[in-house]
């Protein structure tokens, strides 16, 4: 047997606040989330995979737009021709109220609001069993596990959820617990929700696929999709990246100088050196020492005089763009953008919570006594300490 499993495509984001990039390079980024799902296509096609499975936010918004609905359709019905089932369920960005499929082609199968199992024969008489439900609101608030069955007498059973492990508070997206997922006994768990691709556990597999395409710098580096195989009784899933674009950070070090011609020559040999080649890089530089430079330097730095200078010497290539320049003073802690503080504080209100603390304890130190020590540390002790170390310069 061999699958894909995605989730979180985002059809049709809207990539804010990047500006004053040439209109070739916009559109390539706009198109970008289309153009990750497409490839995923090709790829189901051309791998001649038995299924698909895409566990949530297909669109970006709950309102989608007709660009996004007419492309998703279309990319379905590709997979229709290849006679390629595909499986898929609504989030908490595109929840709905299911009725049928809404007009997609024959191949597909959108599961409802409550938990259904559906089941698959596959060409070499294999069974499949699959579960999962969509969102018909923004928040669900409980926990489904209850309501997913235990594993079929088939030959595989997949679960497909769209949600986050149980946290202290703010329980907003189908909280679970990883051990709950492990009790039902499936053979894989294709979640979505978190956008970085991620086993939870490695086996039975309890995976996150990500977002095929990252839609802002806290979704920085690879972005893909999982193809998974049947190794004897067990599933394998193998990251494959097809993101248009990726985010990068390039932190350089200014150079002493007083000559702003040389720093601007300087910074760009610097991205040269640093940037990967394959996909396309949006870079955001971080300047650091900064001290070293002078007043008025420091001032064009800040002004963005020395960014828009950068993107106009390099706009030629098709390798990369710089999209923001940051200063670093020294002794500082990077600042953070709102956005960017509030996907921290959501993070925050993910990770640090006492049975993730155990969880991740239990499995970094197999020693019973420091496992124990680190979960009775002051919780806000400890994020002040994750801060600062997140947060650092080097
Ligand atoms: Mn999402």
Aim: proline letters at 4%; aromatic letters at 10%.
């Amino acid at each position: 047997m061999r699958f894909i499993h995605t989730a979180d495509l985002h059809l049709d984001s809207p990539f804010l606040g990047l500006t004053a990039m040439p209109r070739s390079l916009w559109k390539r980024i706009h198109s970008s989330t289309f153009t990750a799902f497409q490839k995923i296509v090709d790829d189901a096609i051309e791998l001649q995979v038995d299924f698909v499975l895409i566990s949530g936010d297909i669109y970006d918004r709950d309102s989608q737009s007709i660009a996004a609905t007419d492309f998703f359709t279309r990319q379905c019905e590709r997979l229709n021709q290849a006679q390629i089932p595909l499986y898929l369920l609504y989030g908490n960005h595109d929840y709905q109220v299911v009725h049928g499929k809404d007009g997609l082609p024959a191949n597909v199968y959108v599961f409802g609001n409550r938990v259904t199992t559906t089941t698959i024969t596959l060409a070499n008489h294999e069974t499949v069993a699959i579960s999962g439900f969509s969102y018909d609101q923004r928040w669900i608030s409980e926990d489904p596990l209850i309501k997913y069955p235990p594993k079929r007498k088939t030959t595989w059973h997949i679960g497909m959820l769209h949600g986050a492990v149980q946290q202290n508070q703010d329980n907003h997206y189908a909280p679970f617990t990883i051990s709950e997922l492990e009790a039902k006994n499936y053979d894989y768990w294709a979640l979505g929700h978190i956008h970085k691709h991620q086993l939870l556990v490695a086996n039975p597999p309890i995976v996150y696929s990500g977002n095929p395409q990252g839609r802002h710098k806290n979704e920085a580096g690879q972005h893909g999709y999982y193809l998974v195989e049947s190794q004897g009784n067990k599933l394998i899933p193998q990251f494959k990246p097809v993101a248009e674009i990726e985010w990068s950070t390039i932190k350089v070090a200014a150079m002493s100088t007083a000559n702003l011609a040389e720093l601007e020559r300087f910074l760009s040999q610097k991205v040269i050196e640093a940037v990967k080649k394959t996909p396309f890089q949006l870079v955001e530089l971080l300047i650091t020492k900064s001290d070293q430079l002078s007043p008025a330097i420091q001032h064009l730095l800040i002004n963005g005089d020395v960014l828009e200078h950068l993107q106009r010497q390099n706009a030629d290539n098709n390798q990369w763009w710089i999209y923001n320049l940051l200063v670093h003073q020294s002794n500082s802690l990077p600042s953070m953008t709102d956005l960017d503080e509030d996907y921290w504080q959501q993070a925050a209100n993910e990770v640090f919570v006492p049975a993730k603390i155990a969880e991740l304890t239990a499995s970094l130190a197999r020693n019973a006594d420091l496992a124990s020590k680190l979960t009775t540390l002051d919780l806000q002790q400890l994020k002040r300490a994750t801060t600062q170390l997140l947060r650092r310069e080097d």
